[in-house]
């Protein structure tokens, strides 16, 4: 019952609009060419993505996931915390270099009152009003949607020339030929949401193990 999906977020400057990480589907990421829900910021990520390659140049960007149908209890409190595990697998990507789960870094700038996820009654089930915390408290899913940001960097290797030293130290240019990705966010999305599955496999895997221990 668990569902993953995962969006392109932003390319360069250009971002999308508010996306409902409780309603989005992957046949609405892709229906757009750059994998974004929001069919106007994929028009203009498009644009920068080909202003990137008509310079000769890259761009980066932030791809967006939601890990829907989690029970409660999956993960670790202390060294195998849910959020570690996926900020690791995540990190693994090539270009990536920032992970976020829940507000993340902007979460520092609220106060502790109105960044708190209060528990609220669901029927029979506990839920929070909010979920800052991304789906993660203690490093262990609560029930909620898990919500998470991968930053891709722009890609090294590029058309244009550029300056750069030998193993002596020498001066010299360096024109990479070939073939290059101006952008490679649009890519990335089923990596990431490839990524997010093992991640939640061998948390499922684990919870099983340990009723097995308890009913032993």
Do not use: Y
């Not at 690791?88 to 609220?110: C, D, H």
């Not at 939640?200 to 193990?209: I, K, P």
């Amino acid at each position: 019952g668990v569902e993953i999906v995962a969006w392109v977020e932003s390319v360069g400057n250009e971002r999308c609009g508010a996306v409902d990480p409780g309603a989005v589907t992957r046949d609405l990421v892709d229906a757009t060419a750059v994998r974004c829900p929001d069919a106007a910021a994929a028009v203009r990520m498009t644009a920068a993505i080909e202003a990137a390659k008509a310079d000769q140049d890259s761009v980066g960007g932030v791809v967006a996931g939601v890990c829907r149908g989690l029970p409660a209890g999956w993960g670790e409190p202390v060294f195998d915390k849910l959020e570690a595990l996926l900020a690791r697998a995540m990190l693994s990507i090539p270009a990536v270099k920032g992970f976020e789960i829940g507000s993340g870094f902007a979460g520092t700038e609220l106060r502790g009152s109105a960044h708190n996820d209060a528990f609220v009654a669901r029927g029979d089930v506990l839920g929070t009003a909010t979920n800052h915390s991304g789906g993660v408290q203690g490093g262990i899913s609560n029930g909620e949607p898990v919500l998470f940001r991968v930053a891709f960097k722009p890609p090294a290797t590029i058309a244009r020339a550029q300056e750069t030293v030998d193993f002596a130290g020498e001066a010299t240019t360096l024109a990479a030929p070939g073939r290059h990705d101006p952008c490679v966010v649009p890519r990335a999305v089923p990596i990431v949401e490839t990524m997010a599955a093992l991640v939640l496999v061998d948390a499922a895997l684990r919870q099983e193990g340990r009723g097995v221990e308890a009913g032993q």
